[in-house]
């Protein structure tokens, strides 16, 4: 872990939402992961943090929760939430980075990061910033690519790929893109204060072959009732891990969520301009309805 800052995949003015999701035929991913989440996430709590939340495509599935707030990196996606889901006390827009959160301590009840951790050189760092936002006993739903899927074993053995998807090194098989091993993010969940629990194994049947032949209800269907064998063996390129905040169960934060990502100040107040802190007297600007911790003014 260093304390220089690790390259980031820039998704800032990115078509994903509408060429990955809306016109990329990715239904199927779409359906199996709202099933994994359901099943894994509970019903309610006070206040969620989604982290790469993107432009929002899995937050309207949080509804059991009071307030829920969404960190990127990218202003742009994070316009494209609030365009989706709408301004509301209930949502908390927020550009940063999940290296230098902007949140104090204890200020979540729950924790999600879905199709982010596999752009992240350094996850273990991301692991060690989301640990401490959160109360102990509550959950974090880590969603990763893992290296060790059935596809990566065939080419493998085939000698159609030279990597091993045994080996436990991350695998980065396009610029900022890794594939990890669930053994390690195991590993690396535990050394950060977190106890990995169940485990679902989602989109069984990610083959373009599949996708266009068989009846979309019918894989959803099928993928639903594979997934709790992730808990014996992980062989998909997507794995839902339920992990749980060790430690004696709390309760959130009262009064402000907001910590300066550049001094660690708690004392962040609120002006016409955005919030200033007292510690380092940066202003993180609030424009139109989003927090951004990226450049201060
Ligand atoms: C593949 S998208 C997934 C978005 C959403 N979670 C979903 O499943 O639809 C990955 C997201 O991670 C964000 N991201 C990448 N690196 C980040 C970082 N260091 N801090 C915060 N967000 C980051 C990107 O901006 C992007 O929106």
Known sequence: MSDSQPPICDYEGSDYQEKFWEHGSREYED???AIALQRLLPE???????????????TARYQGYQQIVLLDYSRTQIELAQKRLGESERYVYVVGDVYRLPFAQEAFDAATMIRTLHHLVEPQKALSQIRPTLIPGSTFILEYANK?????????????????????????FAELNFNFHPRVINKWLKQEGFSPGRKLTVSHF????????VPLNVLVALDSMMQRTGNWIQLTPSVFQFTLVEGEPGRVREGSI????????????????????KGCKRIWPVRNGIYDFKNPL
């Open 44 to 58: 309610g709590g006070s206040r969620l943090l989604e982290v790469g939340a993107g432009a929002g495509r899995n």
């Open 258 to 277: 907001w910590r300066c990502p550049e001094c660690d100040s708690l004392e962040l107040q609120m002006t016409t301009k955005g919030l200033s802190c």
């Open 148 to 172: 060790r899927n059935l596809k990566a074993i065939a080419r493998w053995v085939f000698r159609r790929q030279a990597w091993s998807p045994f080996d436990p090194e991350a695998i980065e």
């Open 206 to 213: 990610r083959l373009n072959l599949l996708k266009r032949h």
């Open 31 to 33: 359906r199996v992961e």
